[in-house]
């Protein structure tokens, strides 16, 4: 009973929202709003703008730098006075300010190593990206699929209760008539009152198939949210003509999980060639201009006027005074900035070279490790062309497998449909019992479900084998 409460809620809220429903979402448009809203394509998109920053820097390594500094400092203390040589506390304000330019001439052909790897980079983002859209697309048809086959198991089973509704008051017409036992027409009730548990059920399948989809398209609110009900017909088999060979070979040129491997291998052969390029000499130029001011008054010196000289010793011998000019000394206002800027200012300039001797064996063990991991990248590319190739034949073996089961589906609804209608003709004449007759009707009606179920999962790996074959997500129809 808990059970039935819980599918009849279910059934409501989903025929209530089909009633106030705007729109019925085809495959296509599910596939691209998956496509637009996905978590993992959204940081796939990261990677690939990340990817084009690191090409923007490699591009940037060839570009002579620019920089300029400048700096203002006071040192307040006990320091030496410049004039009188006398030790006193005092505060001193100066400043320097300088631009410097470098450029790398050549670093063992690094920077346009640096500057491929960051292209195939680029490159390797978006195979990454489309792959997760092909897998995004498979996720979305195939949930796609699933609401269809609910949807199409649900009008079959309504089909049957009509028909059972139609028999069950045939059989209660005969009961009053005299011409059937009571236990018929409650066989018939009971086989009526099943098929609405199965339908509440089949309701109910359909609600959580569309929440399930509309889930995968990261929709937040899937209330209203139903798809088209495209017309399938009989599934089209002639991506089987092409043969497991012919698919895997269009799958080796358009399948991105081969593209990334081989783009992953390219990547490893860039990086060796970047580690050994280390081994060689790097030779850079430079310029440099530097100029500096300080608050501090200017040193003057002057003729004293009243004593122009002074003695500073006597000639042995003769006792005459040898003298010398008498210069005074004053700390006057410091020198204009600009001045003081233009007279202080100098340029440097020249080149440096580097030259890798020894460093602990990091250089060497670099080229190690690139060469084990174009080795290991080489054995991860053959692994996944055998696993793509493993893919394909298992898939193309199980799609054959299920068009087997799709054919020998029809042949058995054939055959229960003819019997159904040989026992109804024999119910209907009293010849069979209403058990033998329930019997024969549920065999004819799990011979439906099992033709639908067969040929949706037919389409489904069908589709697969397209995908394969580097179909593009717009040409994907069902």
């Not at 490699?58 to 920089?67: Q, Y």
């Not at 949210?225 to 088999?237: E, G, K, N, V």
């Not at 042949?411 to 003709?425: F, G, N, P, T, V």
Request: include cysteine.
């Amino acid at each position: 009973m808990k059970k039935f409460i819980i599918c009849s809620i279910a059934v409501l809220s989903f025929a209530f929202a089909k009633a106030q429903q705007t729109k019925q979402w085809t495959l296509q448009e599910c596939v691209d709003y998956a496509i637009q809203n996905n978590i993992n394509i959204k940081q796939a998109d990261i990677n690939i703008a990340q990817a084009e920053l690191d090409k923007k820097d490699a591009i940037g390594a060839f570009i002579p730098s620019l920089n300029a500094s400048a700096s203002n400092s006071w040192n307040t203390g006990l320091t030496q006075n410049v004039v009188t040589g006398v030790l006193q506390t005092q505060t001193t304000r100066n400043s320097s300010y300088g631009i410097s330019s470098g450029v790398t001439l050549f670093a063992g052909m690094r920077n346009q190593y640096r500057l491929q790897r960051a292209k195939m980079s680029i490159l390797a983002s978006q195979y990454n990206a489309e792959q997760l859209e092909d897998n995004i697309l498979l996720n979305v048809a195939n949930s796609y699929l699933n609401v269809l086959f609910n949807k199409e198991n649900l009008k079959q089973l309504e089909t049957q209760h009509e028909v059972t509704r139609k028999q069950l008051e045939q059989t209660q017409q005969l009961v009053d008539a005299g011409s059937l036992p009571r236990g018929d027409v409650l066989e018939v009730q009971a086989t009526f009152a099943n098929e609405e548990q199965q339908i509440l059920a089949a309701q109910n399948n359909i609600v959580i198939s569309r929440i399930t989809l509309a889930q995968i398209l990261n929709l937040e609110d899937f209330k209203f949210f139903d798809i088209a009900d495209p017309d399938l017909d009989d599934p089209s088999a002639f991506i089987l003509d092409q043969g497991a060979d012919g698919i895997y070979a269009a799958a080796t040129e358009n399948r991105y999980e081969i593209k990334i491997a081989e783009q992953n291998t390219a990547l490893a052969e860039q990086d060796l060639k970047i580690a050994k390029s280390s081994r060689m000499p790097t030779l850079n130029a430079f310029i440099n201009y530097n100029t500096r001011e300080s608050g501090q008054g200017s040193f003057n010196s002057f003729l004293d006027p009243n004593n122009p000289t002074r003695q500073i010793g006597i000639v042995e011998g003769t006792n005459q005074s040898v003298v010398a000019p008498n210069f005074s000394t004053t700390i006057g206002n410091p020198d204009p900035f600009f001045d003081q800027l233009s007279r202080n200012d100098g340029i440097s300039y020249g080149l440096s070279l580097s030259v890798p001797i020894f460093n602990g064996w990091s250089v060497t063990n670099n080229v190690k490790r690139s060469k084990l991991n174009v080795e290991n990248n080489l054995l991860q590319e053959t692994q996944a062309k055998l696993d793509l190739k493993q893919n394909i034949y298992q898939a193309y073996n199980d799609a054959q497998g299920s068009r087997l089961t799709y054919e020998s589906a029809q042949k058995a609804l054939s055959a229960r449909e003819l019997a159904y209608e040989y026992a109804q003709e024999r119910y209907n004449v009293g010849l069979m019992n209403a058990f033998d007759f329930n019997q024969s009707q549920a065999q004819w009606t799990n011979a439906q479900s099992n033709l639908l179920r067969s040929k949706y999962d037919y389409i489904f790996k069908l589709k697969v084998l397209e995908l394969f074959t580097g179909i593009a997500p717009e040409d994907l129809k069902f």
